[in-house]
């Protein structure tokens, strides 16, 4: 009979080490995106979703800060292993983040409209009152080769014009 408590401590025990968030975005556009997100003990494992869709074709960016504090030599909040990596709605892997000025980033990343993508950011809290990290993303459209065309069109027309003046 002693048994079950145990079973069942050891079930919620395994459960709160490896919690995972799925938030979902929207649409993402030229705004940023900013989410941050705080543990409040050491020893769990984590893996955060952030769901994402696009309108148009763009280069997406995205970036997450370990956000450590230490004070004589004592780490209070801190994030081991930490990481961000970009997929597909298949899963597929399309990249992972360098470590750039202390936050890791993915930067210019072609991805096409219709599909779903997701950034994951993943680490094990080990701060001595856990951990705290701030993850951003945004999406810059690229332009349809039409709107090249019509830029074009345009500079000539102007250009034709201002020669049509200096000649009369």
Do not use: C
């Amino acid at each position: 009979m002693k048994l079950k408590p145990w079973i069942a401590a050891l079930a919620l025990a395994a459960a709160a080490a490896t919690p995972a968030m799925a938030t979902d975005l929207g649409v993402l556009d030229d705004q940023p995106d900013v989410v941050t997100r705080t543990f409040t003990s050491a020893g769990l494992t984590f893996a955060d979703d952030y769901i994402f869709d696009l309108v148009i074709d763009s280069d997406v960016s995205g970036s997450a800060t370990n956000l450590k504090l230490s004070l004589n030599g004592i780490q209070f909040l801190d994030i081991a292993n930490f990481s961000l990596s970009l997929y597909d709605s298949s899963n597929t892997f399309l990249g992972a983040a360098s470590l750039v000025d202390g936050s890791y980033q993915l930067n210019d990343v072609f991805l096409t409209a219709g599909n779903d993508y997701y950034f994951r950011v993943a680490g094990t809290v080990t701060g001595w009152a856990g951990g705290s990290y701030s993850f951003s993303a945004v999406a810059q459209p690229i332009p349809e080769p039409e709107t090249y065309a019509l830029m074009l069109a345009g500079l000539g027309a102007l250009g034709y014009m201002s020669r049509r003046r200096r000649q009369g």
